[in-house]
C-alpha cells in the first residue's frame, strides 16, 4: 500500500465551480499533515497545513481524519490561478536531533477551464 | 521572503560523469534535505542533514550520493557517477527548526539530465 495515496486526475473544472481532493495515509505514525501546490516544473509550494479541527484560508479549506487517516481539500470559487497540482504531504520526524521526512502523494491535477 | 536557492538550474550530463548539485539555504536554518523527482511521478525524499551529518537516508542514497556543507552557507548533493535513471529535478530544502510542523522551504530545483 502507497504511503500516501491520491487520486492523479486529472479534474478539469469550470471557473467558478467547487471542486475537492481527497488524500489517504498508511502510516499511523505520521504527525503532521499538509497540502502543497506544485505548478509544472517548478517548486512543491506550501499552501496550508491541515487539522483535525479542520482550518480555512480564503477560497481553501482542509480537514484532516485521523482515525480515517484521511485528508481533504476543498476550493471554492475556482480560479484559473488555481490550476495546478496539488500534493498531499505527511510528515514525521525521523531523528532525535528533529529532522524530518515528508512523504508525498503523487498529487491530484487540478485545470480550471474558462 | 528569505528563500533557498539552487544552482544550477539545468545541468546536462553524460552518464558516468560525476555531478554537484549546490544550494544555499536559508541564513538561519538548521536543518537541511535533499529531494527529488522523476518527471511524473512523486517527490521523494533522500537525504537529511543536521549539525554537519547525514540524519536520515532513504534506499535510493546509496553510496554514488554524497552530501557537504563545505563552507557553512553552501549545501550540496554530489552524484559520483550518473546514470540514466538519475535524470530527475533535484530539490533541496531548509527549515529553521526540527520536528513536526515546522515549515520546510524547497528551492526552485535543479533538473538533471543524464544522457
Known amino acids: 500500500r502507497k504511503e500516501v495515496e491520491q487520486d492523479p486526475g486529472p479534474f478539469n473544472v469550470p471557473e467558478g465551480a467547487t471542486v475537492a481532493f481527497n488524500c489517504t495515509y498508511s502510516?499511523?505514525?505520521?504527525?503532521?499533515f499538509f497540502w502543497y501546490r506544485q505548478d509544472c516544473r517548478k517548486e512543491p509550494k506550501l499552501l496550508m497545513s491541515v487539522y483535525s479541527s479542520g482550518n480555512e484560508d480564503g477560497r481553501f479549506t482542509a480537514q484532516l481524519n485521523r482515525a480515517s487517516q484521511y485528508i481533504s481539500l476543498l476550493i471554492r470559487d475556482s480560479k484559473l490561478s488555481d490550476s495546478a497540482t496539488y500534493l498531499c504531504?505527511?510528515?514525521?520526524?525521523?531523528?532525535?536531533?528533529?529532522?524530518?521526512?515528508?512523504?508525498f502523494g503523487t498529487g491530484t491535477r487540478l485545470t480550471i477551464i474558462p | 521572503e528569505p528563500e533557498v536557492t539552487q544552482t544550477p538550474s539545468h545541468q546536462v550530463t553524460q552518464m558516468g560523469q560525476e555531478v554537484i548539485l549546490r544550494c544555499v539555504p536559508i541564513?538561519?536554518?538548521?536543518?537541511f534535505y535533499w529531494y527529488r523527482q522523476i518527471l511524473g511521478q512523486k517527490v521523494e525524499f533522500l537525504v537529511s542533514f543536521y549539525n554537519n551529518e547525514i540524519s536520515e537516508k532513504s534506499e535510493i542514497f546509496d553510496d554514488q550520493f554524497s552530501v557537504e556543507r563545505p563552507d557553512g552557507s553552501n549545501f550540496t548533493l554530489k552524484i559520483r557517477s550518473t546514470k540514466l535513471e538519475d535524470s530527475a529535478m533535484y530539490f533541496c530544502?531548509?527549515?529553521?527548526?526540527?520536528?513536526?510542523?515546522?515549515?520546510?522551504?524547497f528551492g526552485e530545483g535543479s533538473w538533471l539530465t543524464v544522457v
Open positions: 504531504v505527511v510528515t514525521r520526524t525521523i531523528s532525535n536531533f528533529g529532522n524530518e521526512k515528508l512523504t
Open positions: 502510516n499511523s505514525a505520521s504527525q503532521s
Open positions: 530544502a531548509s527549515s529553521q527548526t526540527g520536528y513536526s510542523g515546522n515549515t520546510i522551504y
Open positions: 541564513s538561519n536554518h538548521l536543518y
